[in-house]
């Protein structure tokens, strides 16, 4: 039966094996797809957006449901689990397509976003400013099958090992009551 009341968020953080693999853990996320969103060209395929030449960010695209998680704790965990101060970059990945991103369904969605991002920054837990970039969702294009659910199918991976678990690491820390 499917739930009438789920949400639908698009966010960016770098790469989207990391977003994605941080979400699917949380209680109320029922489905995360990665792919791509924010560019100017249909249906890219990973090729092209690498190149940082068809506007796309890497993302995930997530389904919830609010009565179980809100899109404030969802974007607690996205701002948490990346540097939101690093212009086109997530570590050692460069780019525009590892840029960090909100892309918003709605007027609530953009202004639980935009108040978050000025209480962060004003709260200075950050030592530079955020420059995520908080912009209407306009279309999502999936991924490649490959690209879905990668941490699970690929935990051995040195990439997974060294950027990914650190990630999951900390969110089974800073939120085990919001976890599966």
Same mark, same amino acid.
């Given at each position: ?83 939101? !101060? !690093? ?94």
């Amino acid at each position: 039966m499917e739930n009438k009341n789920m949400q639908i968020a698009t966010l960016g953080a770098g790469c989207f094996w990391c977003i994605d693999t941080v979400l699917r853990q949380l209680k109320g996320v029922e489905k995360v797809v990665s792919g791509f969103s924010g560019g100017n060209i249909k249906n890219p395929a990973y090729r092209e957006v690498v190149t940082g030449r068809t506007g796309h960010a890497e993302v995930a695209q997530i389904n919830f449901d609010p009565a179980v998680i809100s899109y404030e704790e969802i974007l607690e965990v996205f701002w948490q689990t990346h540097d939101p !101060t !690093t212009l086109n970059r997530q570590g050692a990945d460069v780019g525009t397509h590892y840029r960090s991103i909100i892309l918003y369904h709605n007027d609530q969605q953009k202004a639980v976003a935009e108040k978050m991002k000025h209480q962060l920054d004003e709260s200075g837990i950050f030592d530079a400013p955020i420059v995520t970039e908080i912009k209407p969702f306009e279309a999502f294009y999936p991924a490649e099958d490959y690209h879905q659910d990668f941490y699970k199918y690929n935990q051995e991976q040195p990439y997974c090992s060294f950027v990914i678990k650190p990630k999951v690491n900390k969110v089974k820390r800073l939120f085990a009551d919001k976890l599966k």
